[in-house]
């Protein structure tokens, strides 16, 4: 098993005159530790379970390709876009530069986007749920297009586009890996089984009763469930002074029981480092072995 950091909050205490500072000390200290990932999310205000609106927010794209310039090999990716952001050409174009500036470490992770309150506070779309789930899949088929060698047009029920040229293509081929966010049984872990090579489910108690969903689909489409990398998010939580390392070790050991491969979260006090090492130390290199 191997675990990835979500960085969800940027108020830090020295406020945003020292967050380049903060987020990149964070960025290094996962990398050293060895977790696989580094995401944040794709918001644009604070969400409230984290906290309040009004507390500090950075852009995910702009972020992304900061992390790049700081790290050598942890994977980056936003966890995960919403698709109804961004035009879908713009989007491909962003992952695929992120891809070729980080050295080939960028991963597509996408969802259909949930938040009405800033999508409206900032004039983003945030059309009905049937039609954000629409844009989705088509976001899906453009970015797969614009990776391959096919420049031709696309034209899809909400989007079209002439010319599907991106160059430079991403360095990994055929494209960075597809991770699609959420656990919808009847959309989502279908379009998990057409489109993406891994998941992200909710570490809840019907984990194995999506990944069951997840296989259900792929047997139908013909796709190989093996090898979609299964994923959750849940807090990694090893205590200030390690104290909660056992009980975290016995939730990821639990995890794997279940096939999960990679658990993604963030990390309580992470700005303090410590936590960081904590797990460098005393959870990855056992999880590993999971």
Known sequence: MKLGLHVSDFTYSGGPATLADDLTRIAVAAEDAGFAK?????????????????????????????????????????????AIYRAPGLLAKQVSTLDVLSGGRAWLGIGAGWNEEESLGLGLPFPGTSERFERLEEALQIFLQMCSDDEGPYRGKHYTLER?????????????????????????????????????????????????????????????????????????????????VDALLEQLRSFAELGIQHVHGSVPGVADITPLEIIGERVIPVAAGF
């Not at 702009?62 to 050598?72: D, E, I, K, P, V």
């Not at 090579?197 to 009763?209: E, K, M, R, T, Y």
Request: proline share 6%.
């Open 38 to 82: 580094l995401s944040v999310m794709d918001h644009v205000w604070q969400i409230h379970m984290v906290g309040p609106a009004e507390n500090d927010m950075l852009e995910a794209y702009t972020t992304l390709g900061y992390l790049a310039a700081r790290t050598s090999r942890i994977e980056l990716l936003a966890w995960v876009t919403a």
């Open 164 to 244: 599907t040229l991106n160059s430079p293509q991403s360095l990994q081929r055929p494209h960075p890996p597809i991770l699609i966010g959420g656990s919808g049984e009847k959309k989502t872990l279908r379009m998990v089984a057409h489109y993406a090579q891994a998941c992200n489910l909710f570490g809840g108690p019907d984990v194995a009763h999506k990944l069951d969903v997840l296989r259900q689909h792929c047997t139908d489409l013909g796709t190989d469930y093996d090898a979609i990398e299964k994923t959750v998010i849940s807090s990694l939580d090893p205590g200030k002074d390690g104290e909660n």
